[in-house]
């Protein structure tokens, strides 16, 4: 299984450009997430989704965009990119319920930088 | 809203001696969980604890959560290079789950 695979893993932006962060997992997992780690101030939750159809914000949600079409995909779209938005990224998604129930799965990350 | 502070921010030990990082959520958990992400890595999951009181073991590593379930804490004992990486605590309360800001942990040989 691959697990939780986000792409690209680097990418650089000009101010004002708008991309999407991709997410994949396959291991049936109905929460998705994704957060934003910075310097000194840990994870930060963006949006997180439990489930198809169904999107929420977290902690940082300004500037960003998500939607959940499939159990597989949570795809993360800057809108118009600023410098404070260069970070690196994580997915990761975990079970609701059962065993293993909310024990989160990240994927490597992606390092964003908007000049 | 719910917000988890972690301390220390740092902690530089010598191979061989403890180490404790402290976690507190400003509003009461329905579980917490901890994390390592080693340099340059992604997190990791260690352990998850859901219990008023609850004290769980791995190897050289204790993980108590709270009475009230509002502060955890993650002891190693006797430090190793391979320990090396920062440690996140995450509450969880509903569908919102929150990290502390991490503290990294170098080790010296």
């Known amino acids: 299984n691959a697990g939780v695979t986000q792409t690209p893993k680097f990418q650089v932006l000009k101010t004002g450009q708008s991309m999407t962060l991709q997410c994949a997992q396959d291991?049936?997992?109905?929460?998705m997430s994704w957060y934003r780690q910075d310097p000194g101030m840990g994870l930060r939750l963006i949006h997180y989704?439990?489930?198809?159809?169904?999107?929420d914000q977290g902690e940082v949600p300004n500037g960003y965009n998500v939607s959940r079409s499939t159990t597989e995909d949570f795809p993360l779209r800057l809108l118009s990119a600023a410098p404070s938005q260069t970070s690196v990224y994580f997915c990761?998604?975990?079970?609701?319920?059962?065993?293993?129930?909310?024990?989160?799965?990240f994927g490597a990350g992606s390092r964003l930088t908007v000049l | 809203g719910q917000q988890v502070m972690q301390i220390p921010q740092y902690q530089h030990v010598q191979e061989g001696e403890d180490f404790t990082t402290y976690c507190n959520s400003s509003?009461?958990?329905?579980?917490i969980q901890w994390y390592k992400q080693r340099p340059g890595g992604h997190p990791v999951f260690l352990i998850q604890?859901?219990?008023?009181?609850e004290v769980k073991k791995q190897k050289r590593l204790t993980f108590q959560f709270g009475e009230a379930k509002k502060n955890s804490s993650l002891h190693i004992t006797a430090t190793q290079t391979t320990d090396v990486g920062t440690y996140f605590c995450a509450g969880q309360n509903n569908n919102d789950m929150r990290f502390g800001a991490g503290t990294r942990l170098t080790v010296k040989p």
């Open positions: 989704s439990v489930g198809a159809g169904i999107t």
């Open positions: 604890l859901v219990k008023s009181g």
């Open positions: 291991m049936n997992h109905e929460y």
């Open positions: 509003t009461t958990l329905s579980n």
């Open positions: 990761a998604s975990s079970y609701s319920g059962g065993a293993g129930a909310n024990v989160l799965t």
